[in-house]
């Protein structure tokens, strides 16, 4: 596959252009969002009210089992609506998750889906609600507006601050055999409401909120400095940026607060609708790669990644850089070049405050090449400030690979 720089640039016009063509500069997509302590109940009377009466609830096997999805749901089970389980989703679902929750939502003719907890279970439960009646191989839906009309609607309920799934229409499925993680994009995969309640996120893990916190950051940063100025992408990014700087930290060092919980879930689902206008760049390209051949968490990913990428693109991400070192008073430096250069510093910083290390040792350098391969060809499809060449992204592998 030929991946000079000029063909790249050429393919990611072309593919930018079509884009604008196909759906325009006007942000689509509208749901409801209940917040605040209760938000599920909210939610289950909305659902209740609707009329669904056989739901399936689509989330792991922790949370099953520890009796949380249930008590998130307390409301549909109090109002007579039958819940059918599908609990078998791990980190990074697979197109085999999918057929396996397809086969509980179609045996028991579920009119809605549910996902709780975090970006994996919304993921999964996207494309599940796809396949009420096709029988084609999710596979096959890979891409824009591929996937069936017949979408059962979806409603969502994040037990994490972070993937931002609940306010987006992509889902990211994974292909263990080709160690590729697919991304699946239609408006009918958007939620039609989702409950953010930080009630479901006390107590939830250090590392857990950090990675998570983390990933919201960067859907933040990637929207907010790429080179398309659609809808609120800038707005939704900016809020985001602000919000996990100011809430992250305090979440972190005292899990059961309310109010930085709750900040953090905001802050999440700003990010999640800054993305679902503009998609994110190189940061989630790097990293996608490293979960689906690695292993690695995405949000670990990219707090691994996020830094070097900000210092390559440094002077292209000047102007946005420079005013989000303003809105969350990091610099207020007189020089564009010197607020940008105190941004991306105080990103590194909060990485290395809430203990994510910046090197992995699941990365392997014998597959630098494929890695960076497998990266360019997806950044492509991005509006980041700039491409970053196969010796770029190698140096970030071996910056970020323990030696």
Known sequence: MLRSMPVRRFKRGFQLGLIKLLIGNKAAGVHLSYVGQGATADLCRRIVDIGHPDVLVVTDKALKELGLAERALAGLIDAGVNLHWYAG???????????????????????????????????????????????ESPDKWVGLNKTPED?????????????????????????????LKHIIVAEG????????????????????????????????????????????RKENGR????????????AMQNPGDIESRQGMAV??????????????????????????????????????????????CLAEAETALAELAVVTQVSDAASPAARAQAFVDAVTDLIAKVGIAD??????????????????DESDGYVSPRL?????????LERITVR
């Not at 045996?107 to 970006?119: E, I, K, L």
């Not at 809020?239 to 305090?250: D, H, I, S």
């Not at 992995?360 to 360019?376: G, K, L, N």
């Open 267 to 312: 802050a999440a689902y700003h990010a999640g609708i800054a993305i679902n206008q503009v998609g994110v760049g190189n940061v989630h390209a790097i990293a996608h790669q490293l979960g689906a051949r690695f292993g690695i968490p995405h949000g670990q990913a990219n707090a691994l990644v996020l830094p070097h990428v900000l210092k390559a």
């Open 388 to 396: 970053l060449s196969k010796a770029e992204m190698m140096e970030i």
């Open 89 to 135: 989703v791990d980190p990074d679902p697979t197109f085999a998750h999918v057929v396996e929750g397809s086969r509980v939502l179609r045996s028991a003719g579920c009119t809605a889906v549910v996902a709780v907890g975090g970006g994996s279970s919304m993921d999964a439960a996207k494309i599940i609600a796809c396949t009420r009646s096709s029988d």
């Open 151 to 179: 979408i059962v609607p979806i409603y969502a309920v994040p037990t994490t601050s972070g993937t931002g799934s609940e306010a987006t229409m992509g889902a990211v499925i994974k292909d263990p055999a080709e160690k």
């Open 239 to 250: 809020l985001a940026v602000q919000g996990v700087f100011r809430w992250l930290e305090r």
């Open 189 to 232: 995969l958007l939620p039609q409401a989702v409950a953010l309640d930080p009630e479901l996120l006390l107590g939830l893990p250090a590392p857990v909120t950090a990675a998570t916190g983390i990933d919201a950051l960067t859907h933040g940063i990637e929207a907010y400095i790429c080179i398309w100025d659609r809808g609120t």
């Open 359 to 376: 090197t992995d040792p699941r990365i392997q350098s014998a597959e630098w090449t494929a890695v960076a391969h497998a990266a360019m």
